[in-house]
């Protein structure tokens, strides 16, 4: 279902692997003064991996047990490193209404266990009290049966071309570069620093990111675009919602694909150099 015909070579951009919907997208993102990044897995490699494991009354293996069965079923990467540091298949023939809330975490029964794994807020909503920690990392919460089971420290890493891209938006003269994320501020805060971006929106629900992303919109100086770049897992509202919306590395998701108006056919953000490259060069051929 992937619409492929939207697609055209406009400029040559499709031998780089950058597919764009029109050539009215090539002339806005000639014209782009403001980049809006997700964080995880568009700026950050999104493979994260377990660093601790804090367990309150029970074992460290119990409460990766926990965590991966009521994972079990979700393409979230903080899912994905649950179950890969748990090291042992899952029995979901044990598990049963499973739900997973955007930008929060996942609840699943397992064993006749009520099992939620998620963020601090999630945890807050569900009532359970669990402190707040201060990690670089994203902090995941357990809770069994209503009851604090622990936390789990899960890291994620930049991508290696991240730094530079960053760097090269900036030359290009892009006056602001912004970063969003539903992570946590101290997670946010150590990946921003690191990529050199000032400017950062943490702690964000799906639906925050739709209003940043539209009061961003709304400062935009005339005749200038803002592009949003995400990897599409719950990016999709964002993408559609600004000038130019870049799906990255994405092409087992849909929804991004039918969302964006430029594809990046891998996960390299250098890639939206060459996007940029590309777009001054032909405005500048066909103007
Ligand atoms: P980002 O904005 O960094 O792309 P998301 O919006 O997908 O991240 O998720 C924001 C936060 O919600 C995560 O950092 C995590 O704390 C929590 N979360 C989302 N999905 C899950 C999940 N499946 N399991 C545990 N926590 C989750
Ligand atoms: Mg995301």
Same mark, same amino acid.
């Given at each position: ?8 070579? =406009? ?5 780089? +692997? ?13 014209? /782009? ?27 460290? *293996? %119990? ?7 009521? %994972? ?25 209404? #499973?739900?997973?809330?955007? +930008? ?13 794994? +998620? ?8 009532? @359970?009290?669990? +402190?707040?920690?201060? *990690?670089?990392? /994203? ?51 150590? =990946? ?57 590395? *994405?092409?087992? *998701? ?8 430029? @594809? ?8 939206? #150099?060459?996007?940029?490259?590309? /777009? ?8």
């Amino acid at each position: 279902s992937i619409p492929l015909s939207f697609f055209g070579g =406009i400029g040559g951009t499709s031998r780089f +692997g950058i597919l764009v919907k029109g050539s009215r997208y090539l002339e806005a993102l000639s014209n /782009s003064d403001t980049f809006v990044f997700d964080k995880t897995g568009t700026l950050t490699k999104g493979s994260f991996s377990v660093t601790e494991i804090h367990p309150v009354g029970m074992s460290e *293996s %119990e409460l990766l047990a926990f965590a991966a069965h009521a %994972e079990a079923y979700s393409t979230h990467p903080i899912a994905v490193s649950l179950r890969a540091a748990y090291q042992q298949p899952v029995h979901t023939g044990d598990l049963t209404d #499973i739900s997973e809330y955007a +930008g929060h975490g996942v609840t699943a029964l397992y064993l006749g266990r009520r099992i939620a794994v +998620g963020n601090s807020g999630f945890m807050q909503e569900l009532g @359970v009290d669990a +402190g707040d920690m201060n *990690s670089a990392g /994203s902090v995941i919460h357990v809770a069994v049966d209503g009851m604090y089971a622990g936390w789990i420290v899960i890291a994620d890493t930049v991508k290696p071309t991240a730094v530079r891209a960053i760097a090269e938006l900036k030359k290009r003269g892009i006056r602001r570069v912004v970063m969003l994320t539903g992570d946590s501020p101290p997670a946010a805060a150590s =990946i921003a620093r690191e990529l050199g971006i000032d400017e950062y929106y943490a702690g964000l629900l799906p639906q925050d990111k739709i209003s940043v992303m539209e009061r961003i919109l709304a400062n935009q100086r005339a005749g200038s675009s803002a592009a949003f770049v995400g990897d599409g897992i719950n990016d999709a509202p964002v993408l559609t919602r600004a000038d130019i919306g870049i799906a990255m590395g *994405s092409l087992g *998701s849909d929804a991004a694909i039918e969302a964006a108006d430029i @594809v990046l056919m891998d996960d390299d953000p250098l890639k939206i #150099i060459s996007a940029i490259d590309i /777009s001054r060069r032909t405005m500048h051929i066909v103007v």
